[in-house]
Every structure is written in C-alpha cells, then in structure tokens.
C-alpha cells in the first residue's frame, strides 16, 4: 500500500476531480482508506453481534422461518432499502444522514443473512461452517485488495459487466420463483456469484483508490461492505451444498 501512496497520482490521472481521494496527499489518502477500512470493519462486527442476538430471540427466528417461504418479497424490499442506504451514505450535506445510510444497510444485511445462518447452525448442524465461510471470505478480500493496492490499476471498467451480471443474475432469480419453470440455482450459480462477488469487490476496491471524494469513506465503506456480504453469502451457500451432500 506504501508503494501506491507515493505514486504522483495528478500525473496519471490529469482529469482526476480535485475533490476526488486520487489527487491528494500521501496522508489524506492514507487517511481516508484508513477510515474506510475502519468503518468496513465497524459493519462486520455489528452484523455478527446482530446475528448473534437475533439467534437467541424466538421471535427473529420465526421470522427468519417466515422470511423463507417469500423469499422474492424479501430480496424485493431488501433491494429497497439498498437503495434508500446508498442514496444517504452518498450524502454530500448531512454526516449523520451518511451514517444512518450505513446504519440500516447493516441492519438490512443481518436480517437477509439470519435465514441461511439460521439452517446452517440448526439444520445442518454444524455451527463451525459459518466460520469456515467467514474466513474463506476474509482471505480472498484479502487477496482482492491486495491485487487492487499492488496492480496500480483502475479496474472502474468492471462496472459495466457487473452491471450486466448483475441483471443477468437478478433475472435467474426471478426465474427460479416462477412456478413451472423448474429452475434449479445450484452449485454452478453460486460459483459464477462468488467470481460475480470478487469482481464487485474488486470494482469497490479500485474506487476507494481512485473515485471517491475526500468525505465519501462512509459510502465507500458500504460499497465495499455490501460486495463482502454478498461474497460471503454465496461461499456460504457453497459450504451448506457440499456438507448437505455428504
């Protein structure tokens, strides 16, 4: 990361906005990746604490159960309140009005996550895969961000295939509710969502180097969280297929 930080960034990047994080200082730049990664790391542990209690309350559980059986409603106002979350965390008036886009993003993502960790530990039986998938997860971020910091590359180009991927995948999953169809999201589809997922983080990656604005490292953060989340929900389900299948 020293190596990039010294790098003449206004020289690579001469149409660089002069509010944007590239064309700064060695030290704000510092600063806000440091803040980013430290609101990222604020947003893991709130969603493990939140899923840990929501796992002692009867009444989340049920509604993890519930949550199961209408499922395309879920993934329909989860999108929602994505958006609404994004929309504050990009704030450029109101820091409080940043972090309560924050706030319910995680809140958001505890609850989509509580029905998967639910079965995983209960069903399944085995209350270390949840674990294990944590930390698969946290070792390819680690080699995705390292690859982003070390490349020097701004990998901004990747937005549109994701975008593409993105419907593409929302288009499955529509797909799979409707009944006649028959379609069967297996292992072939989580694996395309876990390179989806890398991409998505590696895109984020790049624009906490080189897009974001000095006062943007809550947006940054939430980007950057919400492409770890959806990481970790598919090497998650991954997980949960291959212990299902023994």
């Known amino acids: 990361m020293q190596d990039y930080t010294n790098q003449n960034n206004s020289s690579e990047n001469p149409y660089a906005s002069p509010y944007s994080v590239a064309s700064?200082?060695?030290?704000?730049?510092?600063?806000?990746?440091?803040?980013?990664?430290?609101?990222?790391?604020?947003a893991i542990a709130a969603v493990i604490a939140l899923e840990y209690l929501f796992l002692q309350s009867d009444m989340m559980v049920n509604l993890a159960l519930k949550m199961t059986g209408v499922w395309?409603?879920?993934?329909?106002?989860?999108?929602?309140?994505?958006?609404?979350?994004?929309?504050?965390?990009?704030?450029?008036?109101?820091v409080q009005k940043q972090y309560a886009g924050l706030g319910i993003y995680v809140v958001a993502q505890a609850i989509l996550l509580l029905p998967m960790i639910y079965i995983a530990t209960a069903y399944?039986?085995?209350?270390s895969i949840v674990m294990k998938a944590g930390g698969l997860t946290a070792a390819m971020l680690a080699g995705i961000t390292l690859v982003a910091f070390t490349t020097k590359k701004d990998f901004s180009f990747l937005g549109g295939i994701l975008k593409v991927g993105?419907?593409?995948?929302?288009?499955?999953?529509?797909?799979?509710?409707?009944?006649?169809?028959?379609?069967?999201?297996?292992?072939?589809?989580?694996?395309?969502?876990?390179?989806?997922?890398?991409?998505?983080v590696?895109?984020?990656t790049s624009n906490i180097i080189h897009h974001y604005n000095t006062n943007q490292h809550v947006a940054a953060s939430l980007s950057l969280f919400a492409s770890v989340a959806l990481l970790f929900w598919y090497v998650l389900r991954i997980l949960m297929s291959l212990a299902s299948s023994d």
């Open 166 to 200: 993105g419907f593409i995948a929302m288009g499955l999953i529509a797909l799979s509710f409707i009944p006649g169809i028959n379609l069967d999201l297996g292992m072939w589809f989580s694996a395309a969502m876990v390179l989806f997922a890398s991409g998505s």
């Open 72 to 94: 395309w409603m879920v993934l329909i106002a989860y999108m929602g309140v994505s958006h609404i979350a994004n929309k504050w965390a990009m704030s450029n008036t109101s």
């Open 24 to 42: 700064q200082s060695v030290d704000i730049r510092a600063q806000f990746i440091r803040k980013t990664y430290t609101h990222l790391a604020g």
């Open 124 to 127: 399944l039986g085995d209350h």
């Open 202 to 204: 590696l895109h984020s």
